[in-house]
Nanobody, 121 residues
Framework: QVQLVESGGGLVQAGGSLELSCAAS????????MGWYRQAPGKQREFVAT???????HYADSVEGRFTIARDNAKSTVYLQMNSLQPEDTAAYYC???????????????WGQGTQVTVSS
C-alpha cells in the first residue's frame, strides 16, 4: 500500500514563505514523477509544479519564480518552497506521485490528503 503524507501548511501573511513536504512510503516501489497541485474553494484542482526523478522541473506560470520544487530520491520526498506568497495562493495543496510497484510491475497515480495554505492580506 502506497501512502503520501504531507506536512508544512499553515497561515502566513502576504509576502511570507512556507515550505511543504510530502513523503511517499510503501514496499518495493519506485517513485517517478512527483508534483504539487492545489484547489481553492469553488475552483477546480490546478497544476502547480512537478519534478522527475532526474530533477527536471515544470511550473505553472502563476508560481514561476516564486515557488521551487525539489526532491530527495533516497527519502522518496518532494518539497515545495513557496516564497512571496499572495492571497490568491490560498488553497488546499495536494501532493501527487506516479509510483511503480516492483511487485506488480505496474505504475499508478497517488494523491496525498492535502494540506491547507492560507495567505492573509
Amino acid at each position: 500500500q502506497v501512502q503520501l503524507v504531507e506536512s508544512g501548511g499553515g497561515l502566513v501573511q502576504a509576502g511570507g514563505s512556507l515550505e511543504l513536504s510530502c513523503a511517499a512510503s510503501g514496499n518495493l516501489i519506485r517513485v517517478n514523477v512527483m508534483g504539487w497541485y492545489r484547489q481553492a474553494p469553488g475552483k477546480q484542482r490546478e497544476f502547480v509544479a512537478t519534478i522527475t526523478r532526474s530533477g527536471v522541473t515544470h511550473y505553472a506560470d502563476s508560481v514561476e519564480g516564486r515557488f521551487t520544487i525539489a526532491r530527495d530520491n533516497a527519502k522518496s520526498t518532494v518539497y515545495l518552497q513557496m516564497n512571496s506568497l499572495q492571497p490568491e495562493d490560498t488553497a488546499a495543496y495536494y501532493c501527487n506521485a506516479d509510483v511503480y510497484s516492483l511487485v506488480s510491475r505496474m505504475a499508478a497515480d497517488y494523491w496525498g490528503q492535502g494540506t491547507q495554505v492560507t495567505v492573509s492580506s
